[in-house]
């Protein structure tokens, strides 16, 4: 079964504090997505990353980093916690969606609470 | 930039009805569109996933169907039921063929039983 396993559920952090979210795939897929979602503003994207070491910014990339050093996984990393950066944050995995077929699969999210 | 609208923003009706979901994008340049469902706190799950050269696509009781002409789609839910209560997306790629997709704010759906 298709797995995507995002380490934190929930987590409290303060400001200032930098702070890594972890993704997981089993699935072998070379690209990787991190979304956050707003209420009235839906998904965005903030990185992604089609190959292991490649990254290229999506929509609102600014207080975020990443890193894939390994294909299996995709941190996300907030260098200096902000209170706007409360949010839940979803990673994402696919093959290429220009080859048919392919679909995108989620983890459950990750709720970042900065205080 | 790939645009996606969804309409409408939140729909109630009882058990039983046939409904639509109705999404438009702005760059009819994709080679797919997907579905997906929300359920309260977690992650989003493909529902369906319709090919450019598809006019629809369909499992169980759901039914996608895709106009890029119009830059149209709808999701075509029949005899709901109360666990089909969610929040709906979809979700067109970038343009240029980058692998982002652009998501819609979704429908916020509630069956009454």
């Not at chain 1, 897929?29 to 979304?35: A, G, S, V």
């Not at chain 1, 907030?78 to 944050?89: C, D, F, I, K, R």
């Not at chain 2, 002409?69 to 109360?82: D, E, H």
Request: aromatic share 10%; proline share 4%; hydrophobic share 35%.
């Amino acid at each position: 079964d298709v797995k995507v396993t995002q380490s934190s559920r929930y987590l409290v952090k303060r400001t200032g504090e930098k702070v890594f979210l972890e993704c997981v795939q089993d699935m072998d897929h070379e690209n990787m997505f991190w979304y956050r979602q707003d209420p009235g503003l839906g998904l965005r994207l903030i990185y992604f990353s089609y190959d292991v070491k490649m990254k290229e910014k999506g929509d609102i990339p600014e207080g975020y980093s990443v890193s894939r050093e390994k294909k299996e996984r995709f941190s996300l990393i907030l260098e200096s916690a902000s209170t706007n950066q409360t949010s839940m944050y979803l990673c994402a995995s696919s093959l290429s969606f220009r080859v048919s077929g392919n679909t995108i699969y989620f983890g459950e999210g990750s709720w970042l609470t900065v205080v | 930039k790939q645009e996606v609208t969804q309409i409408p923003a939140a729909l109630s009706v009882p058990e039983g009805e046939n409904l639509v979901l109705n999404c438009s994008f702005t760059d009819s340049a994709i080679y797919n569109l997907q579905w997906f469902r929300q359920d309260p706190g977690k992650g989003l799950t493909s529902l369906l996933l319709i090919q450019s050269s598809q006019r629809e696509q369909t499992s169980g009781r759901l039914n996608a169907s895709l106009d890029k002409s119009s830059g149209r789609s709808t999701l075509y839910i029949a005899a709901s039921q109360p666990g089909d209560s969610a929040t709906y997306l979809c979700a067109a790629p970038e343009r240029g063929g980058a692998d982002g997709l652009t998501f819609g704010k979704g429908t916020h759906l509630i069956i009454q039983p």
